[in-house]
């Protein structure tokens, strides 16, 4: 199982970006998908998760509004579109994947296979 997440980078506060998530080694539709950050001294924190399968989709208070966690089965990609970003956005952000339920879907211990993280910085 392998995951590989790119797509960060340096943007303004107020600006777009959007996250890939590469899959490959599992079935797609039968996993739940996270995104997950991390900030140096901090615990990584839950961002978004969704699980086709299981028909379910959450995002932390800070993302909820701002952004949408998504696939494309047929590529099995999962991306992050995060819009109107703030400086406090600011981490290393992680994909993730586990066979996990809906009661777990904000705990990263529930989460078996982690990608690298890319980084995205927030600032002006």
């Known amino acids: 199982v392998q995951l590989q997440a790119s797509g960060g980078g340096l943007v303004q506060p107020g600006d777009s970006l959007r996250l890939s998530c590469a899959a490959s080694?599992?079935?797609?539709?039968?996993?739940?998908w996270g995104w997950f950050r991390q900030t140096p001294g901090k615990e990584r924190e839950f961002v978004a998760a969704?699980?086709?399968?299981?028909?379910?989709?959450y995002y932390s208070d800070s993302a909820k509004g701002r952004f949408t966690i998504s696939a494309d089965n047929a590529k099995t990609m999962v991306y992050l579109q995060m819009n109107s970003l703030k400086p406090e956005d600011t981490a290393v952000y992680f994909c993730?994947?586990?066979?996990?339920?809906?009661?777990?879907?904000?705990?990263?211990?529930?989460?078996?296979?982690w990608g690298q993280g890319t980084q995205v910085t927030v600032s002006s």
């Open positions: 080694g599992l079935t797609f539709r039968n996993y739940a």
């Open positions: 969704f699980k086709r399968s299981g028909g379910w989709t």
């Open positions: 993730a994947a586990g066979n996990t339920i809906t009661s777990q879907a904000r705990n990263r211990d529930a989460y078996h296979y």
